[in-house]
């Protein structure tokens, strides 16, 4: 409401010479809080009193064109204005978002509440198994501790007995009580080993479920991320579109507002010229009238002083020219005096107008700008709030995928062990197949082959590039640069040969950019240690101040030099060029050599730490090698030998049919003999039986005559 009315003011005085501006009175009024007093004045200040008058000024000059157009002066506008577009845009996106916020929540926060669910009703169930557990075998021991009484009780009872009868039937019913007594204890064995049997079922499907559940949880996590951050996409068009929509609505009112002010200021200036045409025929009548009069009275004196003209006409005729003369000069000046002073009171009313126009604007645009950057501010304060409020939450987010990733690092390292295990049983027990083939089935020598995987354990992992330390590093290129300058007085005149290719600078360049950053920052060596180096050979002395150095700027391996030296060489003016052979007193000022070293320090130091945080966050694995090693597990058969597999499996199947064949013959034969035994038996039997005696022809007989015809 507050913007519509301020730019309903500057419409205003945006308008004509009928045109007033709102004061500070009738903004008092309308009941708006401006968020200033108005300036007052019996003030101290006078700009302030100066812009009370203005006010007051600029007040009665409304009232007075109110009373002119017939409105009550006293009247105020109340305008009731609706909510902005852009406002209500951002709070209902702040709406949608909040609800879908709240609503992937809830949607991720179902499966841990179903999880707790689950253990709670297991907890219950396992309570009351436990209950019934215990209860029974409370209930079972005291029932086997009732029938070990009772058998001991008989057992001292045994004594009494004298009948072996009877102690028979006692020590019968002693080890059936005792079997039925060792049957309830095996059979409460087997019902506790059943319910650990399902118990192990049931910790595997837990296992199962919960691996679900994870799954599940990460997939509906990453979709919530996915619809939120294609809803903030697109509440953020819609918010823009409502901004523009609402600029684009705010200049046609504008430009409205002003074509109506343009349109009332052209009638305006229209009502006045025609009141200025009205005032020039006022005045021509006037002339004619007072031409008329002079004429008529000049008649009158012409025929009373008829014989004084006669005597003076030749007076007469000059003055009457130099009367005509002067009073068209007259005339015409008094024109051009009255035009310049039209003129220059219309400029004047248009100056004064303007300069309260442009005060009023100022103030608007002064009232306008402190509330927009209260706005601002509060709009800033609540990004503010969601921009922590996001970081946590994506700290946290980033927290649980550090925390699934390592689960699914162990994972995959655990199913790696698995299956590399059981790669290797199969590689065993195929090396062990082929030997067999080789040395018994064969006949020929067997070489093991190349087995360089079945030493590795756990996932491939590249090895680390090992290098040397900076305080080594300084070590060989003092001494290199040693050796480059005893060949250069040997060979003086040759040229110099280039840094080896195995090096990114020479020696020379590395040790004059060393021994200047001992020169330049002995503040990081304490005093003790510059007093015993002193007695030192310059390189000594040197190596010892870097390896301070080093220590104090966390400079470590050689690569860290290698970042120092190329910075120090590249920090020049750019449009200065330099060759790496170049001294470093060329390339870099001593005096330049502390800021450089704070600049590199600040670097070095915020590169380091982002690489620490990408490695303590989750490292992808390289898995270039992974076919490799599994193929080679593989192919530790050669196809050859494959071939050779499969000839031998062919005739061996066809030696498998031949042995069959040969079993089931022999198990044949062995069948026709037990039955010639049988038969055999069965002959001798009846042969040598008593009742062939008291035969009249006795069978042996008939089969003496039976064998002598055949």
């Not at 913007?3 to 045109?19: C, D, F, H, K, S």
């Not at 680390?464 to 305080?471: E, F, I, N, R, V």
């Not at 704070?598 to 690489?611: E, N």
């Not at 050669?638 to 062919?650: H, I, N, Q, T």
């Amino acid at each position: 409401m507050k913007v519509r009315r301020i730019l309903a003011t500057e419409a205003n005085t945006a308008e004509g010479a009928g045109t007033g501006t709102m004061s500070w009175e009738s903004g008092d009024a309308s009941g708006e809080d401006t968020g200033k007093s108005a300036p007052s004045l019996d003030s101290e200040d006078q700009q302030e009193r100066i812009q009370a008058r203005r006010l007051r000024i600029a007040a009665r000059i409304d009232a007075k064109r109110r009373e002119a157009l017939g409105e009550d002066p006293n009247a105020t506008q109340d305008r009731k204005e609706e909510p902005r577009k852009s406002y209500k845009q951002i709070e209902d996106s702040r709406q949608r978002l909040g609800k879908l916020v709240s609503d992937g929540t809830q949607l991720v926060t179902n499966i841990q509440i179903a999880a707790d669910a689950r253990e709670t009703q297991r907890r219950s169930e396992e309570e009351e198994l436990q209950r019934l557990r215990v209860e029974k075998i409370s209930n079972e021991a005291k029932s086997s501790y009732e029938k070990f009484n009772e058998i001991t009780m008989k057992w001292l009872q045994s004594g009494e007995k004298k009948i072996p009868q009877e102690m028979w039937a006692l020590l019968n019913s002693q080890q059936q009580q005792c079997g039925q007594l060792i049957e309830d204890k095996n059979k409460l064995i087997g019902e506790l080993q059943q319910e650990l049997k399902r118990k192990d079922d049931q910790y595997v499907k837990d296992l199962k479920k919960q691996a679900e559940d994870i799954d599940l949880l990460i997939e509906r996590m990453e979709d919530q991320v996915k619809n939120l951050t294609k809803t903030y996409r697109e509440e953020l068009l819609h918010t823009e579109k409502a901004f523009e929509q609402e600029r684009r609505e705010l200049l046609g009112n504008n430009r409205k507002q002003w074509e109506q002010g343009m349109q009332s200021r052209r009638d305006t200036e229209l009502e006045s010229l025609m009141n200025r045409m009205k005032k020039v025929e006022e005045y021509e009548q006037q002339l004619n009238q007072l031409r008329v009069q002079d004429g008529e009275e000049y008649n009158m004196i012409k025929i009373k002083l008829e014989t004084d003209v006669q005597i003076l006409q030749q007076q007469l005729q000059q003055i009457k020219a130099t009367f005509q003369l002067n009073q068209e000069k007259l005339e015409y000046n008094y024109q051009v005096l009255k035009k310049r002073d039209e003129e220059n009171t219309i400029t004047k009313s248009q100056q004064k107008r303007k300069i309260t126009r442009l005060h009023d604007v100022l103030n608007n645009l002064r009232i306008k700008l402190d509330k927009q950057i209260k706005q601002y501010k509060e709009e800033n304060q609540s990004l503010a709030d969601d921009f922590k409020r996001i970081v946590e939450q994506y700290k946290e987010l980033q927290k649980k995928m550090r925390h699934f990733a390592s689960i699914d690092a162990k994972k995959f390292h655990d199913i790696w062990v698995m299956n590399e295990e059981e790669m290797k049983q199969l590689v065993q027990r195929a090396l062990e197949a082929d030997q067999v083939i080789h040395e018994q089935q064969l006949g020929l020598p067997w070489v093991a082959p190349d087995l360089w995987f079945m030493d590795n354990v756990g996932p491939l992992v590249a090895k680390p590039k090992q290098q040397k330390t900076a305080s080594m590093l300084a070590k060989e290129v003092m001494a290199a640069a040693a050796s480059d300058e005893q060949r250069d007085q040997v060979t003086s005149g040759e040229d110099e040969s280039g840094p080896p290719p195995s090096q990114k600078f020479s020696p020379r360049t590395l040790k004059q950019i060393l021994e200047l950053l001992c020169d330049e920052s002995g503040f990081l060596v304490e005093s003790k240690l510059l007093q015993l180096l002193s007695p030192l050979e310059k390189d000594d002395r040197s190596l010892m101040k870097l390896d301070s150095v080093f220590g104090a700027l966390r400079i470590e391996v050689e690569d860290d030099v290698y970042k120092l030296v190329d910075f120090f060489l590249k920090y020049r003016e750019p449009h200065e060029e330099a060759s790496q052979e170049e001294s470093a007193a060329d390339l870099i000022h001593p005096n330049d050599v502390l800021q450089a070293l704070r600049d590199f320090t600040k670097q070095f130091h915020q590169s380091r730490d982002k690489q620490s945080h990408r490695q303590s966050g989750s490292v992808e694995r390289d898995s270039s090698q992974d076919a490799e090693y599994w193929e080679e597990a593989a192919r530790v058969i050669p196809e050859s030998r494959l071939k050779v597999w499969d000839g031998l499996e062919s005739a061996i199947e066809k030696y498998y049919d031949v042995l069959t064949n040969r079993a089931q013959l022999i198990e044949e034969t062995s069948a026709l003999r037990q039955q010639n035994a049988e038969l055999r038996m069965l002959l001798h039997q009846y042969l040598n039986s008593k009742i062939n005696a008291e035969l009249e022809v006795p069978p042996t007989q008939m089969m003496k005559v039976d064998f002598s015809q055949s």
